[in-house]
T-cell receptor, first 111, second 112 residues
Framework: GDSVTQMEGPVTLSEEAFLTINCTYT??????LFWYVQYPGEGLQLLLK?????DKGSNKGFEATYRKETTSFHLEKGSVQVSDSAVYFC??????????FGSGTRLLVRP | EAGVAQSPRYKIIEKRQSVAFWCNPI?????LYWYQQILGQGPKLLIQ????????DSQLPKDRFSAERLKGVDSTLKIQPAKLEDSAVYLC??????????FGPGTRLTVL
């Protein structure tokens, strides 16, 4: 079945460092891809999405490009802030519109 | 617009007790989902409703879990009897016609 694999955390960075969180997927067809963020004590929030190959999703300085050839959707940000500390989930939406999530990557940004 | 509402936010029960969670989706969203998020893992789908009908409940442990969505709006998820391994955050989400889900804040369940 469909699945998502993302890098294990925690990822610890200093403020203003470059961030990459790797995500790869296995799916039949070409699913929509998502990054969700979960801040401490809060629910899941959609960070960005891409619905077809070569699409780039972006929001709040974060970017991810839908790469069909490598079945990847890596999350990047050029300069992280302490406020970006959270858990990030990569997900795909299958043909029946349900989300399949990766296991999450915790990001800790130090001042 | 108002977001997805869930209650309670926190619940502590002893094993073998029963518990119920409530979800009010965003107005007009026909599709509603319940996910279980165990600590350190990504959310996993328990059940999906389209209006008041079940679309997918293949991952719902039906011997102890039940869910309903009366009148195609609010939904309740029940666990009876609870086990220790049911400790998790239970997330409700709703979807309009486009491919995006909106999540509620979740209910954190602790089973002692």
């Amino acid at each position: 079945g469909d699945s998502v694999t993302q890098m294990e955390g925690p990822v610890t960075l200093s403020e203003e460092a470059f961030l990459t969180i790797n995500c790869t997927y296995t799916a039949t067809g070409y699913p929509s891809l998502f990054w969700y963020v979960q801040y401490p004590g809060e629910g899941l929030q959609l960070l960005l999405k891409a619905t077809k190959a070569d699409d780039k999703g972006s929001n709040k300085g974060f970017e991810a490009t839908y790469r069909k050839e490598t079945t990847s959707f890596h999350l990047e940000k050029g300069s992280v802030q302490v406020s970006d500390s959270a858990v990030y989930f990569c997900a795909l939406m299958d043909s029946s519109y349900k989300l399949i999530f990766g296991s999450g990557t915790r990001l800790l940004v130090r001042p | 617009e108002a977001g997805v509402a869930q209650s309670p936010r926190y619940k502590i029960i002893e094993k073998r007790q029963s518990v119920a969670f409530w979800c009010n989706p965003i107005s007009g969203h026909a599709t509603l989902y319940w996910y279980q998020q165990i600590l350190g893992q990504g959310p996993k789908l328990l059940i999906q409703f389209q209006n008041n009908g079940v679309v997918d409940d293949s991952q719902l442990p039906k011997d102890r879990f039940s869910a309903e969505r009366l009148k195609g709006v609010d939904s309740t998820l029940k666990i009876q009897p609870a086990k220790l391994e049911d400790s998790a955050v239970y997330l409700c989400a709703s979807r309009p016609t486009v491919d995006e889900q909106f999540f509620g804040p979740g209910t954190r369940l602790t089973v002692l």
